[in-house]
């Protein structure tokens, strides 16, 4: 717009400035939109907002989130489809969410999550070796045609989730790669339960812990270091579902997601699924590897000031993940013909160790939520289908969120909590807006 002829910004790009500010001259001081400002608001979005009584005063709409930006980029990496690129040095790529409409997620859509460099490719897959040694009775070194032919071979599928997904939504900005709710799959893993690998190497009574190596080198070229090398407590490993995995949904593991094994560690921050796995360590004490301690993939026991300095002494190592859902079938930004009136909607949900309960939908940004129907996972860590429709009133501008509650009772909140410095657990409701007409 024009004033005593100067170029005023608009109020897409007001609020991709400064959206406090924009928020200020939308909203009166009664939280409304009413007017001048409600007209401005739907120019802003594109269209007339028939639930804009209902929309919270501090609220960025969905349709400007991204300011004048033009949406996440998008690469093509091979062997998979298109997805964001939220680093390149290492390399990790998001799904978007509608990428993983598949109730299994085929190997083309599996994100990828680097720590380290690319190592090679294995000449001959079923010589790599794996090692188990440490608190044990008799170390083993088992090539994967020896852990093939040796262990009973079981499939499942299971939820793999870095631990940083949602990271975005966290305010202030935290440290790290700013995932959206993309940073998870549901493939059909098949290998053998790590529990009868220890069973084999005789585990000693002192064997508390374990502590993960791949042979990815780290991101310096440095030999005297790993890219990450993560452990958990014995009980997790000793979990029926975690896995020393080989091959994913029928087939060889992608190389770029860890061929020819990896660990699958279901339900707790994908960094313990050690890629290109080549030793495990039986410790009687935590591991102490890179990616362990400190701020890393811990969370504050006690909330602490958003965007403070902390060492993470007082944090917990992450376990579960938390509740999270995704919306398959409707992209943020769709737009729908005039008089469409009824969307049909589907995603997944999961919730770390826990299940999902329930999950609900709102088109009246949070007035009023609807029930979706909700399937059961197809084994312990696999996450749960939803679906379901919402009946429009009009044409305009609406925004779709949607929540999951877990077996316990959470739901998802309305806003990222227990800020940490690495930017861990971060899921609250997520939304997308729709134009129609």
């Known amino acids: 717009m024009m004033r005593f002829g100067k170029r005023e910004r608009s109020l ?29 608001m739907g120019a802003a979005v594109g269209a007339a907002i028939p639930f804009a009584d209902r929309m919270p005063r501090g609220l960025i709409p969905a349709a400007l989130a991204q300011g004048t930006a033009q949406g996440p980029r998008l690469v093509t990496f091979e062997g998979k489809d298109p997805m964001i690129n939220l680093g390149d040095r290492p390399l990790v790529l998001e799904a978007p969410e509608t990428l993983l409409d598949d109730p299994v997620t085929p190997n083309n859509r599996i994100f990828i999550r680097n720590n380290g460099q690319i190592p090679e490719p294995a000449a001959n897959p079923d010589a790599w070796k794996v090692r188990i040694d440490g608190e044990v009775n008799t170390p083993l070194e088992l090539t994967v045609g020896e852990l093939r032919s040796r262990f009973q071979n079981v499939t499942f599928q299971l939820q793999m989730e870095c631990g940083g997904n949602g990271r975005s939504f966290f305010v202030p900005q935290t440290r790290g790669n700013q995932w959206g709710n993309g940073a998870i799959c549901n493939a059909a893993w098949t290998g053998v339960r790590l529990k009868d690998v220890l069973a084999a190497a005789g585990l000693k009574p002192s064997g508390k812990f ?10 310096s070229g440095a030999t005297d270091r790993a890219a990450i090398s993560r452990g958990m407590p014995i009980e997790k490993a000793l979990e029926e579902h975690t896995l020393i995995a080989f091959v994913v949904n029928g087939g060889p593991i992608p190389h770029i997601n860890g061929a020819p094994v990896r660990l699958i560690v279901p339900g707790w921050p994908g960094s313990l699924s050690q890629k290109w796995l080549t030793r495990i360590q039986i410790l ?11 701020t890393s993939y811990r969370v504050p026991v006690v909330p602490i000031v958003p965007g403070s300095q902390n060492d993470g002494s007082s944090f917990v190592d992450m376990t579960s993940m938390p509740v999270r859902s995704i919306l398959t079938n409707v992209a943020n930004g769709t737009r ?7 969307i049909a909607l589907r995603g997944a949900a999961w919730a770390g160790e826990k299940t999902v309960r329930a999950m609900h939908v709102s088109i009246d940004y949070g007035s009023t939520w609807q029930e979706m129907r909700l399937g059961a996972p197809a084994n ?4 749960q289908r939803w679906e379901g429709s919402v009946t429009l009133p009009s044409d305009g501008y609406f925004e779709i969120w949607y929540r999951a509650t877990d077996s316990d009772g959470k739901m998802q909140p309305h806003v990222a909590g227990n800020w940490n410095p690495q930017g861990y657990g971060a899921n609250p409701i997520s939304r997308v807006a729709i134009l129609v007409g």
């Not at 591991?287 to 400190?294: D, I, L, R």
């Open 12 to 40: 897409v790009e007001l609020y991709a400035d400064d959206p406090e500010r924009a928020d200020a001259i939308v909203f009166n001081r009664r939280g409304a939109l009413k007017g001048a400002s409600l007209a401005a």
């Open 210 to 219: 374990t502590g993960h190596y791949g042979a990815d080198p780290h991101l």
């Open 284 to 294: 009687d004490k935590p591991h102490t590897g890179q990616g362990m301690g400190g």
């Open 336 to 342: 729908l013909p005039s008089g469409t009136r009824t």
């Open 380 to 383: 312990k860590y696999a996450w």
